[in-house]
């Protein structure tokens, strides 16, 4: 059971190119995030999605862009890149519904990306 | 920002000792998790305690909640140097939709041996 899987873990991108992080996961969860995480910050929701089909946006969308054609994968797209989005990037999954212990999350194991 | 506050920001302690850290957090919640996130590597979910809840114990964790105070604490007992990371407590809103939680700002434990 590979859990959260997220390619690449490293990457260096230039301003102004176009890049997707991947993410992928084996649970059959239907709820996926994506975080970011800077020095201080904590993590920061970035965008999520409760089903296939369905996404919304978290505490710091612009510049991001997600799908979610298949309940397993939940790609996050980076437009354009600049250099505060600089980070390390975490997608996690859950199986839903917040009034229960199923709001568990489970991190894939990030992806650190420099943007210079 | 809604994101809670840890603290203390960074804690340092010898092995077998215990480690307190205190979270705080601003609106009416439905639970609230403790996660472990070691260097480099994902979060990792220890423990959750509902709105009902005013402690929770999980092996050598011992999680508080005073829903009064908006605050809860993790107490790691005989602390042992692999349990050196950063703590993060995450809190899921009466208001939240999709399961999101709200972060705080971790607490970096160091344990020496």
């Known amino acids: 059971n590979a859990g959260v899987t997220q390619t690449p873990k490293f990457r260096i991108l230039k301003i102004g190119q176009s890049m997707t992080l991947q993410c992928a996961q084996d649970m059959n969860h239907n709820y996926m995030y994506w975080y970011r995480q800077d020095p201080g910050m904590g993590l920061r929701l970035i965008h999520y999605s409760v089903g296939a089909g369905i996404t919304d946006q978290g505490e710091v969308p612009n510049g991001y862009n997600v799908s979610r054609s298949t309940t397993e994968d939940f790609p996050l797209r980076l437009l354009s890149a600049a250099p505060s989005q600089t980070s390390v990037y975490f997608c996690?999954?859950?199986?839903?519904?917040?009034?229960?212990?199923?709001?568990?999350?489970?991190f894939g194991a990030g992806t650190r990306l420099s943007v210079l | 920002s809604q994101q809670g506050e840890e603290d203390p920001q960074a804690l340092s302690i010898q092995e077998g000792e215990n480690a307190t850290m205190n979270c705080s957090y601003k609106?009416?919640?439905?639970?609230l998790q403790w996660y472990r996130q070691n260097s480099g590597r994902g979060l990792v979910h220890l423990i959750l305690i509902r709105s009902n809840e005013r402690e929770k114990h999980s092996g050598r964790l011992r999680v508080t909640l005073d829903t009064s105070k908006k605050s809860s604490s993790l107490l790691i007992t005989a602390s042992r140097a692999a349990d050196t990371a950063s703590y993060f407590c995450a809190t899921t809103s009466v208001i939240s939709q999709g399961g999101k939680l709200i972060f705080g700002q971790g607490t970096e434990l160091s344990v020496k041996p």
């Open positions: 996690a999954s859950s199986p839903g519904r917040f009034e229960s212990a199923k709001n568990i999350q489970y």
């Open positions: 609106t009416s919640i439905n639970n």
